[in-house]
């Protein structure tokens, strides 16, 4: 038994055979932009109860599809793949299983696709009408009304830390605005909670782990272990206790009510150590906008090194719906655009 991936133009994914071993969800933009820790990424969903998949980039050994508790519990999974295991042009990748459930023997075949990144320019607006959707985790996908489109978690699907890409990894300050209506928690009385990362450096680890353990971003979010709404710097090591920077401030969330979001992030470089800052307003459609930021500074290298970064959409433990993402360039007090 085979299970194939093709990859082509508009990145549709063909299923090879009859049987759906694999359900495929999403599958990487080949224009993204990687830096670092951050990686174009395959999820999908395991069909039966076989363990056994694998899956090889660029003929690379086979490798075990991995699992974990959080990030891609079976029968989820999340495919990382690192800009060192990227060539441009041309790429490969395969999934298959055993001939049969006793035997380890594996027949391949893979399908390609071509990667191209190309670098952001600002200012930009995602508006979702005709956007691959460029997912880190989870299942999300495009709703679309009359009054245009907006993305979110699939229904039944949402789980811990489901992010979906704005963007690839850039340079620089940026403000990002958007719209947001929350409809419920989704996990009984866990934590949960929504946002907008205008800064996600990725998964950092060790090389070889799969699913990836660290973290590194700013986010403006509301948590409802707080219960508010804050801005974060964070950055989680696999060796080493994650380091937090955070300014909260008590709100009252309303399911079904849109809220506007604005979220600014910029490095100070002309104090030494660098500092860099993250301030966010968020109010109710309708009212006025705040003229006070919620706003947190801290060293650079304290909480997040010098790298480039994408925006991302977060969605925790919760059915939530994002607008049009609008990014822009902000011109800086503190030492350039």
Not at 26 to 35: F, R, T, V
Not at 64 to 92: V, W, Y
Not at 266 to 282: G, S
Not at 313 to 330: C, D, K, N, W, Y
Request: glycine share 8%; proline share 8%; hydrophobic share 35%.
């Amino acid at each position: 038994m085979i299970v194939g991936l093709l990859l082509g133009a508009g990145y549709q994914l063909l299923p090879l055979l009859e049987q759906n071993v694999v359900t495929l969800h999403h599958a990487p933009d080949s224009q993204i932009q990687l830096d670092a820790d951050l990686t174009l990424n395959i999820t999908g969903t395991i069909a039966g109860p076989q363990r056994d998949l694998h899956y090889r980039i660029n003929g690379s050994a086979w490798q075990p599809i991995p699992h974990d508790k959080l990030r891609a519990s079976f029968p989820n999974f999340t495919l990382e793949i690192a800009s060192s295991q990227l060539m441009i042009g041309e790429n490969c990748i395969g999934f298959d299983v055993p001939v049969t459930y006793q035997s380890m023997q594996l027949e391949g075949r893979q399908r390609c696709f071509d990667y191209q990144p190309r670098a952001m320019q600002l200012p930009f607006t995602v508006d979702w009408a005709d956007e691959t959707l460029n997912v880190q985790d989870g299942h999300w996908e495009v709703v679309r009304d009359q009054h245009g489109a907006t993305v979110r978690p699939v229904p039944g699907s949402e789980d811990y830390d489901r992010i979906l890409l704005v963007s690839g990894a850039f340079a620089g300050p940026r403000r990002v605005e958007t719209q947001l209506v929350f409809r419920q928690a989704t996990n009984g009385k866990k934590p949960f909670g929504f946002g907008v990362l205008p800064l996600w450096g990725g998964h950092p680890d060790q090389p070889g782990h799969y699913p990836r353990r660290g973290w590194r971003f700013g986010l403006g979010w509301y948590y409802s272990r707080y219960p508010g709404i804050g801005v974060e710097l964070s950055e989680q090591l696999v060796d080493s206790p994650a380091r937090f920077a955070k300014q909260l401030q008590n709100f009252t969330i309303t399911p079904n009510q849109p809220y506007n979001l604005i979220i600014e992030a910029e490095w100070q470089r002309d104090q030494q150590p660098a500092v860099v800052e993250l301030r966010m307003k968020w109010w109710p459609e309708g009212e006025s906008e705040p003229v006070h930021w919620i706003s947190v500074q801290e060293r650079a290298e304290d909480v997040l090194p010098s790298h480039d970064y994408a925006v991302a959409l977060l969605a925790h433990r919760t059915q939530v719906e994002f607008g049009s993402v609008r990014v822009m360039p902000i011109v800086s007090a503190h030492g350039g655009e």
